[in-house]
């Protein structure tokens, strides 16, 4: 994906250089993975409600994700546009190297990928902490640019985190409508070694997916993954360079007008917010 300035006529997709690459998903990776069974890595940051999340079976006294952490990633940052020189330095991501950064994508009517991805990631984090758990963000736009791909990665592997999720936002051709999650590809170079993650990385992608359909009620990508909402990528940074369990969610397309019409409505953010609570909690209760 090639990273554009705010404004182009046809932006690329996020997450990375080549985000909105088409994929198939990994034909030899389809078989169950094991669910999650890390242990507790930190103490609960906040209570409160629970909404949809609660199973009705939780002990009394103790919220359902209290001593887990969760790392949630705002794909792009707001500034990123004002800083193309620093974000088009490239990193090391195992691979290949790719640039640090890109601006995002956005709406025909210029509500910005990162935009969304913030107002999402927010959203997620207050659900999440209502359940118990330590919620990090790798950015809050509290900075000019960045993290580049690597620290982000890093941010996660640092806190030991139990799943990481990174939010964006596609911008792919008008009718090209859906979600899909990318997971991590078996990748062994350089700096990257994904063998661990990739099983408890697809768990936690399918159990996003199922709930992230169920609470927004929007379909899988009609151009990516076969119908599956699944991707499995080896180019992407943040994948490759992540030893915790780590998917990237695209919550649908921002350049088709359907899907833009969601994307920009607060109470299908909530939504969207709702079933990425809903698929890690049930990932980290499987």
Sequence with gaps: ????????????????????????????????????????????????????TGSGDDAPGRLPLAGRTVVVDPGHN???FRHSKEINQKVDIG????????????????????????????RLRDLLKGLGAKVVLTHDADRPFGPCIDERARTGNAARADAVVSVHADGSATGNRGFHVILPARVDSGGADTAKIVGPSRALGEDIATHFARATHTSPSNYIGSGTGLDVRDDLGGLNLSTVPKVFVECGNMRDPKDAALLTDAAWRQKAAQGLADGIRTYLEG
Excluded: I
């Excluded at 990928?113 to 107002?119: I, P, S």
């Design 1 to 52: 994906m090639l990273g554009c300035a705010l404004g182009c006529v046809a932006l690329a997709g996020c997450g990375g250089a080549a985000d909105n690459a088409s994929g198939v998903p990994d034909a030899t990776s389809s078989s169950p993975a094991p669910r999650a069974s890390a242990a507790p890595s930190g103490p609960a940051e906040a209570t409160g409600t629970t909404g949809s």
């Design 78 to 80: 707001p500034g990123n």
């Design 95 to 122: 691979t290949a190297r790719k640039e640090c950064d890109t601006t995002g994508t956005s709406t025909n009517a210029g509500y910005t990928e990162a935009a969304f991805t913030l107002d999402v990631s927010h």
